[in-house]
């Protein structure tokens, strides 16, 4: 983790090598989660010396088990925003002052014990764009002012303010925002998950659901 960015790619692809050639089960220690993921077959994640989730690294980054290996899996961090769940015409939405997210089916019917209460809504960076004229309504719309622009050339990251929160944004391609400006953003309902606010662990995750 002290090499510079090249090396520490290298270097990751040579270790990865050389424990495949010998054969051997490895146990490898480190802070750096893009680490974890790309070496490991099964991972452990700890916090506070207590073991949090021991799983493959896809279903660290589908299934956590709570909101600290969600936050932890995945660069950039998933954005976790406080939510209150509603019934709505036989559905549930997430209700937030910036968006009502409309969600159906199993993860729905998960989450049904939680309405009018609230719980952490997370949704990673990479499964938000930006509105496009095809989408259908709003119940899969955020809306918010553009704070920070990072582009990446393959990519441009966005970071934008709601009302009590702020969250990133994975863009493809580069997108000329600037500061202040009011986007509409796209949710991939279907990769949504959802945290118990007071214990922290996972209610449901949308994706587990999906054949």
């Not at 893009?34 to 991972?43: C, S, V």
């Not at 939680?114 to 930006?130: A, H, M, N, S």
């Not at 989408?135 to 050339?153: A, F, S």
């Amino acid at each position: 983790s002290n090499l510079d960015a090249k090396l520490r790619v290298e270097m990751r692809a040579e270790i990865s090598k050389l424990q495949q050639r010998l054969g051997v089960t490895t146990i490898y220690v480190t802070h750096d989660q893009i680490e974890a993921m790309t070496l490991g077959h099964r991972i452990v994640v700890m916090k506070d010396g207590e073991i949090q989730q021991v799983d493959s690294p896809l279903n660290l980054y589908n299934l956590p088990a709570n909101k600290f290996v969600a936050g932890f899996i995945g660069s950039p961090a998933m954005n976790f925003i406080r939510s209150a769940v509603e019934a709505e015409n036989g559905k549930i939405a997430f209700v937030h002052k910036n968006f009502r997210l409309v969600v159906e089916g199993p993860f729905a019917e998960a989450l049904k014990p939680y309405v009018g209460k609230e719980v952490w809504l997370g949704l990673r960076p990479e499964d938000i764009k930006l509105r496009s004229e095809e989408t259908p309504g709003e119940h899969t719309v955020i809306r918010g002012i553009v704070d920070v622009v990072e582009p990446l050339g393959a990519e441009t990251e966005i970071h934008v303010r709601l009302e009590d929160v702020k969250i990133t944004a994975r863009i493809q391609g580069y997108e000329p925002l600037k500061p202040e400006q009011t986007v509409e953003l796209e949710v991939d309902t279907a990769m949504l998950h959802a945290f118990d606010v007071e214990t922290e662990k996972a209610i449901a995750h949308a994706l587990a659901f999906v054949e």
